[in-house]
Structures are given as structure tokens and as C-alpha cells.
């Protein structure tokens, strides 16, 4: 008899296996949908981790109100499609209310004030546990997280003093204010994200694959055109065809020249290049640290 | 796509190199983006160091690059033609002992480093111990930054001596040795041309052939329920499906099988796995089980074999590693405790030994444990337990224990 499976369902067991413990840990969690592959992936792996009950979690999404309306548009037939409940944490309403400032000037970003958003929302919906999608791979302040990953009564994280974390044991203990981020495809690879939705036939937005695109060159990276980026006045828009690796919001999204249109292009293109997907997120490239510097915070 | 999984740890005491070997082991297998190397090199350069230290590829950390330690476990990735790795980057410093546990307990292999100028030291004993606790199958020393040695061979043998001497002590299977320079990348993915007198292979071949005899245990089934998958619709009015993962044996479609606690006998009807309705499922697999017969069956309990059932009992024996930095293990202690998918209570009833980490006597004088130490102890729990012992079922047979008033993890336990 051959007990062997191969590493693609191994980590999908060990995803469902997560996302179970959660459902029976927690009162009320929620699944943090951004638009992007690897929520996508989640909503996905949920499905069949309660089949055939519906996914006993609603769907966040943090909305920076500057999406590519591709994102919203699949958003919500995805949410149609799994009779899933979807709540919407709004950056506009935070700026609104005053509960942040608009960063201003050419690098201005949305990004930044999500956290703020997220915490309200969370706060306001009473939800004790976040499942989010980000990968261990993707950043190296990512790398360090647990499966369940412990956030105080602000929201934070605190690297230095992580829970330890043993076996398949997950402690998802808590006081009264404090909730759990819970990340159930951390050991997946952007590399196994796109093999599992090819082998699984997972429909995508279409900003995932090579499109033409207006689009202008900052630091080095592909920035869409669009009314919420504003241009310095060197910089050219010109055609392109493009292809998004990560989906954030249109500010801080670069796109990458490709000219691959199906699933089996971007496997075979990803496998080859030599450069991260976050490469083009200009909210990692701020500083050294951005990424840990605002996951202390409680960013996602 | 089909390609087996490997996941290893790195061990040993603090600055032997274990970043850097796993920096050295991307680079050099150029699994390494260039985004990620430029970054590194800038922040190298700033530093002032003289090359690209490769080490920051994993110590990601503001503080850890402050302190030039690694604080918590990394986690990278890579794969070869041959297997796809998962490796954790731990770290040495004796005050983090907790997180290279957490590392160490889901990995097939420990790469254990000593730096060859220092030999075998206290440390390097406390993580092979730990490594010989956990069961990890396979640990492959690197004896390490053998170019600060002048390559000597001599220097080498008589580490393998001394590890191997303290090794024959300790309940490990597979012991193999390796020189290396992580620094310069001797015998690392490449062979070394310093060191002509070293026959075996390098690192990167070990991790590519070294013989994972599966992990998991195919004999005693055991599947410890998660949930209870309800739909409540008309469509499927009377589902009623034991969800949770395979720790144990197999199940196939018309086993017969009993539920624990309650003793009650049913047999499988359907097995739905992730990609619909199975015949037979394993280890690792999480599965959904339906049976003939309507018997309670909660979170917490498990489903086997009548022929073959695990022990029932509340009284349990355990080797712990103790965590907690604050406050020692407490004798008569209370403390949460967690198995598979149970939470019970446990009172700490009696700490038989402590183990001397140089000598590996059992230390039954002093018998307080504190953080780093490692015990036997005996416990009672609220409720019965369904444990195998960690030998024979890394899932049915491990627990953490939890301080209730900080709700942290203080140990991990190992039923003997
Ligand atoms: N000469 C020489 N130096 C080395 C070698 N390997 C590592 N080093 C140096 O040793 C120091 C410690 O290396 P790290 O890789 O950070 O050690 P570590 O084992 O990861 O340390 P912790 O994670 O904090 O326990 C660094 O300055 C490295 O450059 C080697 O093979 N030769
Ligand atoms: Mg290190």
C-alpha cells in the first residue's frame, strides 16, 4: 500500500486542519478577504474544510476605496457564489471620522491606514480570531509568524516574545480584549498557490494575467495609471502588457511586464524569475523594516 | 508535481553559524531572488561588514540584526528537482530555547552545528537532547567554520569523538557528520577542495537523498474529531460528519470502528477528503468520517479501531522541556493542558527526575524545573486522555501545557 501524498495536498491538509481548529477554538472569527490569490485560496480551502456546511466565517475586506474594480467585481461573486456574509471595513469612513490623516504628495498611500480600519472593524464586529492569507514566504518579518499568532489588547504583535508553538498544538488562549491572527497557508509557497488553483481549476480576476495596461515607471517599478496616484510630471504613461503578481490597492500595486495569459504561463514564469512578488509593493520598500514595523502595529 | 516534503531544523549554540549555513544553502542552490539579495547587500554594506552576510537572508528581525542573534524561528523555502524542503532556522541563545523547540517538533531532520574552534558545549548537548526527545529521525552534525581550523582533520575526528560518545547516551537512530565552512560554502551544496581528506557527501546531497521513512504512523488508527460538520439544510437534512486529521493507521470505507469515550461501535460509511468521497485515508490527511449508526461523538474525542485502542487513562507520565522564563514548574501545580483536539485541566503530581543536561543522569535531589530544564513528571488530568507514547505517535502522543492565569505555553510533553 502506498500512504504517500504528494506536498500539494500535504499543505491543503495541514490549511484545512488550521482553519478547523479555528472554528472550534474561537466565538467569532472572521476570514480577511483582500481580492488577492492567496484569499482567494483561503475562501477556497474553507469551503472544503466544512463542506457541505456553509463557511461558518464572514468575509473582512479592509476597502482602501482605491481598488482595481476587477477586485470588487470578483469579490462579489465570490461571495454569491458561497453564500458568504461579507463585511466591509471602510479606510474612507476612518478618514472621515478622523481617525486618521490621507498621506499626501506623490508616494501617498492608503496602505498605512488600513491597520486602523482593521482594528475598528474588528473591534466592532466582536471578533475574537482573523484568518488571514499571508504566506511565510512572502517577507522576511512574515517568515517569524506563528500559525496562530497572539495580538494584545491594541492589536499588536510583538516578534520578541512570540508563544511557542509545538506539533499540530495550537494554544489559542486569550484574555478578555486580545484576539488571534490565525494564517492557515503559511508554509505555502507562491509557487504551490499557483499549482494548487491550476489543479484545482480555481477561477481568478483577470488582473492576474497579462492584460495591456496604461501604465508609468517610480523607482524602478510599473505603477497602473489611475486617478489616485499622482504623477510627477516626468513621469510617462505608455502602454504595456502587464500582469499583477499581488493584488493590494491600486497605490502600491505594481505590475509586472509579462505576457503570460494562463495559469500555466504564470507557473512557468514563476518559476523562473529572480525576483519576489513583493518586489513590486511599494509599501514593503519604505524601509528596511516596513513590513515588521507596521505588522507590530497590527497590520495584516 | 509530485514531490515529497522534507522539513528540518537547525540546533546548536548561539553564533555556531546556523543562519549563515541556511543563507549559504539558498544562495548557493540559487534559491536566493535577486531583490532579496540586493536588499541584504545593501544592508550588509551599511553595516560595514566585509562580504554579504548571508545569515540576515533569516534573521529578519530588527532586533535580531541589532543583536546579530537570531531571536525566533524563521521558516524558508525551497525545492530541488528532488523534494521540496521547508526549513526552520532556529535559534542558539539559551534564553530562546522555546523557539528552536517549536522549530524542531514538526521536522524529519536536525542539522546540528558546532563551531569546530569550541567543540561540543553545553548548549550543543541541551539541543541534541532535545532533538533526541522530539524523535527528530535524522541528525546530521556540521561541524562547523572548519576554515578557522586550517581544515584539520584532526580537530574534526575529535568533535565526531565527543558528540558521538554523548550521542550513544541519547535515543537518536541516525547519526551522520559533515565538515563545512558555511562562511565560504565548503560542502555545502559544493564540495570542498580544502578538505580532500572527507569521503561522505555534501549537505545538499544529504538533504536530497537522506531516507525519510514516513514519519507518520500507519498502524494505530486513531483520528482525533475536531468538529462536527452539521449543514442544517434540507439538501443534507441528516449529515452528520466527524471532521478532523488522520493521526494514526488508516481508515477505509466499512471499517468497523468504536468512539472514545463512550465505547460505542459504528462503522464508516463515507470518507470525504478534500477532493470529495475517498475509499481510504491516512496520515496526514483531514477527512471527514460519516457512520452507519447516530452515537454521540463531540470535539475532543476519537475514533479506532476495536482491535487496536490507545491508552484511556488519567494518570500520565511525561518528559517535559520547561518554558516558562517567570515561574518554575509548580509541584501540586494546576495548569491547562492540551491533547489532540481535548482541553482538560492537569495537577502536577509528582516530579520524579531532572535531567543533567552534561552528565544526562537523573537529577533526583534537586528536582525544581525551570525554564530550559528537562523533567519526567506525573500528572492527573480531569478527564481521561486517549495517548500513545510519543515513540510510537508524534500526534496521540504529545501535549502542551498552558499557565492559566497568563494563558501562555510553558512546556511541551511527551507521553512515555
Ligand atoms: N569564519 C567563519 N565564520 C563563520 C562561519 N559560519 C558562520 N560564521 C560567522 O559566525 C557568526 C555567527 O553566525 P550566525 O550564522 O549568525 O550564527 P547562528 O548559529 O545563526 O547564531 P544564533 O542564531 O544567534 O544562534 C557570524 O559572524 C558568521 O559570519 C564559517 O564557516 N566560518
Ligand atoms: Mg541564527
Not at chain 2, 236 to 260: C, N, P, Q, T
Request: hydrophobic share 35%; with cysteine.
Amino acid at each position: 500500500m502506498n500512504y504517500q501524498i504528494d506536498h500539494i495536498r500535504e499543505l491543503e491538509s495541514e490549511s484545512i486542519f488550521i482553519m478547523r481548529e479555528v472554528a472550534a477554538q474561537f466565538e467569532n472569527p472572521v476570514l480577511m478577504f483582500s481580492g488577492g490569490k492567496d484569499s482567494i485560496l483561503m475562501v477556497y480551502l474553507a469551503y472544503k474544510a466544512f463542506y457541505p456546511a456553509k463557511i461558518p466565517f464572514s468575509l473582512l475586506h479592509v476597502d482602501t476605496g482605491h481598488n482595481f474594480p476587477e477586485t470588487l467585481k470578483y469579490r462579489d461573486e465570490l461571495v454569491a457564489k458561497f453564500g458568504a456574509k461579507l463585511v466591509i471595513g471602510s479606510v474612507q469612513d476612518a478618514i472621515d471620522k478622523g481617525m486618521v490623516t490621507e498621506e499626501k504628495g506623490f508616494n501617498a498611500s492608503r496602505n498605512g491606514l488600513q491597520t486602523t480600519a482593521l482594528l475598528e472593524a474588528l473591534e466592532k464586529g466582536k471578533y475574537d480570531a482573523a484568518l488571514g492569507g499571508a504566506r511565510r514566504d512572502e517577507e522576511k518579518a512574515r517568515a517569524k509568524e506563528r500559525f496562530f499568532s497572539h495580538r494584545d489588547e491594541f492589536g499588536q504583535w510583538d516578534p520578541k516574545n512570540q508563544r511557542p508553538e509545538l506539533w499540530n498544538l495550537f494554544n489559542g488562549r486569550k484574555h478578555m480584549g486580545e484576539h488571534f491572527r490565525v494564517f492557515p497557508i503559511s508554509n505555502w509557497t507562491e509557487l504551490d498557490v499557483w499549482q494548487y488553483l491550476a489543479l484545482e481549476d480555481i477561477p481568478l480576476p483577470s488582473l492576474y494575467f497579462a492584460h495591456e495596461r496604461e501604465v508609468f515607471k517610480r523607482d524602478g517599478t510599473l505603477l497602473a495609471d489611475c486617478e489616485y496616484i499622482q504623477k510627477r510630471p516626468d513621469e510617462e504613461v505608455f502602454t504595456q502588457m502587464v500582469r499583477c503578481r499581488t493584488i493590494g490597492d491600486m497605490t502600491c500595486t505594481g505590475v509586472w511586464e509579462s505576457n503570460a495569459t494562463t495559469v500555466e504561463d504564470i507557473i512557468q514564469e514563476i518559476a523562473t524569475t529572480r525576483m519576489t512578488e513583493r518586489g513590486g509593493r511599494t509599501d514593503d520598500k519604505r524601509s528596511e523594516t516596513s513590513m515588521e514595523d507596521r505588522k507590530k502595529l497590527g497590520y495584516f | 508535481m509530485n514531490t515529497e516534503l522534507l522539513r528540518f531544523t537547525t540546533a546548536g549554540s548561539v553564533d555556531d553559524g546556523k543562519s549563515t549555513l541556511i543563507g549559504r544553502l539558498l544562495y548557493d542552490s540559487k534559491s536566493i531572488y535577486q531583490d532579496q539579495y540586493e536588499q541584504i547587500e545593501r544592508v550588509s554594506a551599511k553595516r560595514g561588514e566585509e562580504g554579504v552576510n548571508l545569515a540576515l537572508l533569516t534573521d529578519g528581525l530588527k532586533s535580531e540584526r541589532e543583536q546579530g542573534i537570531t531571536i525566533d524561528v524563521a521558516y524558508r523555502y525551497f525545492s530541488t528537482p528532488k523534494r521540496k524542503f521547508i526549513i526552520a532556522d532556529t535559534p542558539g541563545h539559551i534564553q530562546y530555547t522555546r523557539n528552536m523547540v517549536t522549530g524542531a517538533s514538526t521536522a524529519n531532520v536536525a542539522l546540528v552545528l558546532i563551531d569546530a574552534r569550541h567543540g561540543v558545549v553545553e548548549q550543543t548537548k541541551r539541543h541534541a537532547i532535545i532533538a533526541s526527545l522530539l524523535q527528530i529521525p535524522h541528525l546530521l552534525v556540521c561541524i562547523n567554520k572548519m576554515d578557522l581550523v586550517d581544515y584539520s582533520q584532526a580537530k574534526y575526528d575529535k568533535i565526531q569523538d565527543d558528540f558521538e560518545q554523548f550521542a550513544a547516551k541519547l535515543d537518536v537512530k541516525d547519526v551522520s557528520f559533515i565538515p563545512i565552512s558555511a562562511l565560504n560554502g565548503d560542502n555545502v551544496v559544493n564540495r570542498s577542495e580544502k578538505m580532500d581528506w572527507y569521503e561522505g557527501s555534501t549537505l545538499m546531497y544529504y538533504l536530497e537523498n537522506v531516507h525519510i521513512a514516513s514519519d507518520h504512523n500507519f498502524i494505530d488508527t486513531r483520528l482525533p474529531i475536531q468538529t462536527v460538520i452539521r449543514p442544517y439544510s434540507d439538501e443534507f437534512h441528516d449529515y452528520r460528519g466527524y471532521a478532523g486529521r488522520i493521526a494514526g493507521g488508516s481508515f477505509k470505507v466499512g471499517d468497523k470502528v468504536v468512539a472514545l469515550p463512550s465505547g460505542f461501535s459504528s462503522e464508516v460509511t463515507r470518507i470525504v477528503g478534500a477532493s470529495g468521497d475517498q475509499e481510504l485515508a491516512y496520515p496526514p490527511q483531514s477527512v471527514t468520517l460519516l457512520l452507519k449508526d447516530d452515537i454521540d461523538i463531540s470535539r475532543g474525542d476519537m475514533i479506532v479501531r476495536e482491535n487496536n485502542q490507545p491508552e484511556v487513562g488519567q494518570d500520565i507520565d511525561l518528559m517535559i522541556c520547561w518554558f516558562d522564563d517567570k515561574k518554575p514548574l509548580m509541584p501540586r501545580g494546576k495548569y491547562a493542558l492540551k491533547h489532540t483536539t481535548q482541553d482538560v485541566r492537569c495537577i502536577i503530581k509528582e516530579v520524579r527526575y531532572k535531567l543533567d543536561i552534561n552528565t544526562l543522569s537523573r537529577d533526583q535531589e534537586d528536582k525544581e524545573i525551570k525554564m530550559n530544564d528537562i523533567g519526567r513528571i506525573q500528572i492527573r488530568t480531569t478527564k481521561p486522555l486517549f495517548t500513545d507514547a510519543y515513540r510510537t505517535n508524534r500526534v496521540t502522543g504529545s501535549v502542551i501545557i498552558i499557565d492559566e492565569g497568563t494563558n501562555n505555553t510553558v512546556a511541551a510533553g511527551m507521553v512515555i
